[in-house]
Each structure stands twice: as structure tokens, then as C-alpha cells.
């Protein structure tokens, strides 16, 4: 059903947003301590532009509600709630709405990976194969037809590094030109029934490009969920759970949410052909996945991925609980592949291990920020950012499609880093 926001309908979103954001004092659930902008080194009246620009955003339906969180030396300087969780119920956005994270889930499970590195437990140049058997020799693809493609072996073995970096040659359908897309869209990844089921139809299908040859956005992170599994002998959700939600106290982040976690779980919008917006009934149905999704299958909230984005900051340590180890996080936010990320509009910077890294400079950039930042997005338009240097946090989140549309990312960046004093 297309609907269209009445009168009503935005002078109700206005109040929930100054519900939301008024008090300084904060909500007990926030999840971090809170101290006024200027204790942290802002202009107050320059950061207000940050809750204004998401109303305007808001009033002029270019999306239904957002929620967002701005910390600096550890402590929240804005945060809030603007809109609707659900236009069509009028239901309103609050900083408790469950949202589908997409892609960053893949920050949380490199963040497993490395775990398990420091354990000792895998290494970044074990070879996929020792791990995962059915991807031990995929063949590359080199030209030719669906029917009958051209491929070449592997001139190099797939590691945990190449993984981590996307640098593998595991690739997503849509991202490929014929015939590799019509491939990859027949091996049907998205209806596998579990990790080892997404693992079997992989291994059915041609690298894109030679590993360490080229930056390419794929499904690493997945295959690197099914490494997980494997080297534990436990599920994804319990890895993280055990390592990373109960340490830091991430209640509502899960691969499976329950029916209280579905209750305040956003709904999917897109622009309406009228110019409204409505439900994306194709993108809401395609959750949750009936396997764990290191990719993008994770659900949270602004609170919980507030505080693994604050501990990501603090070099691995929150509230004194160590995640990982201080040389691990700087290895993590180190651009990993030199230039090779230009060659993907989506990460025009620089990567690490999970993570894009802002370089000195670059023609790409479209936002203020320092170098070295790290941090990635999710498709439905959601964004986290670290900053050692300005030592903040930046997080975003709505349930949008396309990801990023009319450049909210850009607005959000640039109206907090042009507060700081």
C-alpha cells in the first residue's frame, strides 16, 4: 500500500523526535554514558544542525524515520529518534527499533575471525580449503558463455586474508556483467538452507578474478561465517554470543529474533511512484534468512552496535571487558590491499580486515572526516564510522532502500564533524 504522510502524521513525528532528544539525561538503555556537547569538545548550537537535518529529511518524506547516535571520547553528545518505524500503522521510530543491520554484520564477524586468530586457533594465510574442503579449488572465470564459460585454475592459494579483505574473487550476482552474473544467480545462494548449504552451492560456482588480484565486493564473509562453524564446532550465534554480544552486553542482537525483538523490528521502505513511500514487500521478505548470515544477516539496535562500535575505538576494550587485543584493532583498521578498493565505487578509500579506511586524501571522498577513520554501511541505509584521531563514534540507522539515497550519509557526516571545536 502506498501512503503518503498527512499534516498529522509529521507534526506527530516532530514530537517524537523532541521526546526523543530534549533530554540530556538520556535513557537508561543507552548503552554508553552521556555528557553535554560541550563537555565533549562541540559547538552546541552547530551540532543542533545534526536532529535538524533528519527532520528536514523527514518533513520532506525522503525516507520514514532514522535514528542516530554521535559519541566522542566515549560518551553520547546527540542522539535520537525522527519519524516512523512503520508509516502505513504510524508507528514511531524509537532508539529501540530493531533494525536489519545487512553488511554490518560483516564488521562483527571479522571481529570473530580475528578473535580466533588471536587464539591461535586460525592464521591469516590458512588456505580456505583447509577449512572448508568443497572450496579447496575453485576454478577462475576468463571469458566465454553461460553455457559454456572459460575458466583457469587457481594461480595462488585462497586464504583467511583474502577473506577478510574481499580480495578473494567470491563475488554477488548483481554485481557482476553477463554472462558471471547469470552464473552466480543460478547457484541461488540466498535459498540455501544452511552454512554447509550455502558452502556446496559456492563451490559450484567460478571465482570472479584471481585471489589478491582485485578488490571485489562478494560473499566473504559468509563462506568466513562457515570457517567460524567449522573451526569451533559451534553455530555462528553462539560464537557471537559468547565473544561479543553477552561481553559487551548486546541483548538484541541476534540472527533469529524472537516475537519481543520483532516487535520493534522497523519496516523496509522505498519511494513510492507518487512520490510517497511505501513497504518493500521483496526486501521485508527475504528476512530472516534460514541460515546465519555473517554478510548481512544480523539483526541489532542503535544501543547494542553503539557499544561494539565504542569498543572497536577503544582498541578492543569496553566497561573493562577486552574483546580483542590493542595490535589486533590496529591491524584490523590498517588499509590491507593498497590501492585495489578504487576499482569499487562503494569503497573508494582503502580496506582492512571488514572495515573501508579512509585514506589522506583521495578525489572519491565525499564527506568530511580524518584520515585513518574506519568503519563500513549496510544496504538498507545504515552507517557506522570510528574516528581514532577526532576519537568518535558516528551511527546510523534506517530500514531504506536504495542504500544511501539523496546522500544522508554525506549530511549526517558532514553536520556533526563541522561541530567539533
Not at 589478491?212 to 550465534?237: F, P, R, S
Not at 541476534?254 to 511512484?273: N, V, W
Not at 510517497?276 to 514487500?281: A, I, N, Q, T, Y
Not at 572497536?312 to 589486533?328: A, C, F, P, S, Y
Request: hydrophobic residues 40%.
Amino acid at each position: 500500500m502506498i501512503v503518503r504522510p498527512m499534516k498529522s502524521l509529521l507534526l506527530a513525528s516532530k514530537l517524537v523526535f523532541l521526546l526523543a532528544t530534549a533530554c540530556l539525561q538520556g535513557t537508561p538503555e543507552l548503552g554508553l554514558p552521556e555528557k553535554s556537547p560541550a563537555e565533549l569538545g562541540f559547538s552546541t548550537s552547530r551540532l543542533e544542525r545534526v536532529p535538524a537535518m533528519f527532520q528536514r529529511e523527514i518533513d520532506a518524506q525522503r525516507y520514514a524515520g532514522a535514528v542516530w547516535l554521535v559519541a566522542r571520547d566515549g560518551a553520547v553528545a546527540s542522539h535520537g529518534a525522527v519519524g516512523w518505524r512503520d508509516v502505513a500503522t504510524q508507528t514511531p521510530m524509537t532508539e529501540d527499533t530493531v533494525f536489519r543491520i545487512y553488511s554490518m554484520s560483516k564488521i562483527i564477524t571479522s571481529v570473530a575471525v580475528l578473535s580466533l586468530i588471536e587464539e591461535g586457533r586460525l592464521n591469516l594465510g590458512d588456505p580456505i580449503g583447509v577449512h572448508l574442503p568443497a572450496l579447496r579449488r575453485r576454478p577462475v572465470f576468463v571469458g566465454g558463455t553461460e553455457e559454456a564459460p572459460e575458466l583457469e585454475p587457481l594461480k595462488r592459494a585462497l586464504t583467511i586474508r583474502h577473506l577478510l579483505t574481499h580480495t578473494s574473487g567470491f563475488t554477488f550476482a548483481p554485481r557482476e556483467p553477463e554472462p558471471l552474473r547469470s552464473i552466480w544467480t543460478r547457484g541461488d545462494l540466498w535459498g540455501s538452507q544452511s552454512l554447509d548449504d550455502f558452502v556446496e552451492r559456492t563451490s559450484t560456482l567460478p571465482l570472479a578474478h584471481q585471489p589478491g588480484d582485485a578488490y571485489t565486493y562478494g560473499i566473504n564473509m559468509d563462506i568466513l561465517g562457515a570457517v567460524i562453524e567449522k573451526v569451533t564446532g559451534q553455530d555462528l550465534e553462539t560464537v557471537m554470543r559468547e565473544r561479543i554480544f553477552a561481553p559487551l552486553g548486546m541483548s538484541s542482537t541476534t540472527f533469529q529474533p524472537g516475537p519481543e525483538l520483532m516487535s520493534r523490528l522497523a519496516t523496509i521502505h522505498r519511494r513510492a511512484p507518487d512520490g510517497g513511500l511505501e513497504k518493500d514487500e521483496e526486501e521485508t521478505a527475504e528476512f530472516p534468512l534460514a541460515f546465519a548470515s555473517g554478510g548481512s544477516g544480523l539483526y541489532s539496535t542503535l544501543h547494542d552496535y553503539a557499544r561494539f562500535a565504542q569498543m572497536l575505538l577503544n582498541e578492543g576494550e569496553l566497561d573493562g571487558v577486552r574483546v580483542l587485543g590493542r595490535k589486533t584493532v590496529e591491524m584490523m583498521r590498517t588499509n590491507q590491499i593498497g590501492d585495489l578498493a578504487g576499482v569499487d565505487s562503494r569503497t573508494p578509500s582503502g580496506f582492512g580486515f571488514g572495515v573501508r579506511v579512509r585514506p589522506e586524501s583521495s578525489p572519491q571522498l565525499k564527506a568530511l572526516g580524518s584520515p585513518g577513520e574506519f568503519g563500513w554501511d549496510g544496504y538498507a541505509t545504515l552507517y557506522v564510522s570510528m574516528d581514532p584521531q577526532e576519537r568518535m563514534v558516528l551511527l546510523l540507522m534506517l530500514q531504506h532502500v536504495p542504500w544511501n539515497q539523496n546522500g544522508i550519509y554525506e549530511k549526517f557526516i558532514n553536520t556533526t564533524y563541522q561541530a567539533l571545536n
